[in-house]
């Protein structure tokens, strides 16, 4: 049995969700964007993005790939995780609220790993995946 994690990461930006689609959409960008420590790496891209995949190797642990299976534009990016040490699914969400949008990426995974999930006995997991979106979340800003 693995470790759940499951959590939802937000930020605020003070642009509407039209301005902000077209950044987070163009998957074939992301490792220009992405934070170095997540190595991220395209494997398909598809017009329309559904059945676009990529994996996402944080630093120190191994790949596990990224497929887009839903899209409702400018709102919502569903993924599937499919990997050796860890499944699930996410999704990025678009909410307007005043005069920004709320940029939320939701995550409900499970880690089954062996190593993994003794490191997640020591290590908050959570902690670690929401570092990495802070500064994913950073670097989407400065796109914009």
């Known amino acids: 049995m693995g470790i759940p994690i499951q959590m939802a990461d937000e930020t605020y930006i003070p642009l509407s969700p039209a301005t902000i689609w077209p950044v987070l959409a163009d998957i074939a960008q992301y490792p220009n964007w992405w934070p170095w420590l997540l190595f991220v790496s395209l494997l398909r891209v598809n017009q329309g993005l559904i059945g676009t995949e990529f994996t996402i190797r944080p630093y120190g642990w191994r790949s596990f790939c ?44 499970e880690v089954n790993d062996p190593l993994v999930a003794l490191v ?15 500064n994913i979340f950073r670097n989407l800003k400065k796109q914009l």
């Open 66 to 109: 990224c497929q887009v299976v839903s899209v409702e534009e400018p709102v919502r990016i569903c993924l599937k995780y499919d990997g050796v040490y860890m499944g699930g699914v996410a999704e990025w969400r678009l909410e307007p609220v005043d005069d920004g949008t709320r940029v939320i990426y939701d995550m409900d995974a």
């Open 120 to 134: 997640g006995k020591v290590i908050d997991l959570k902690s670690i995946h929401s570092f990495s979106m802070r």
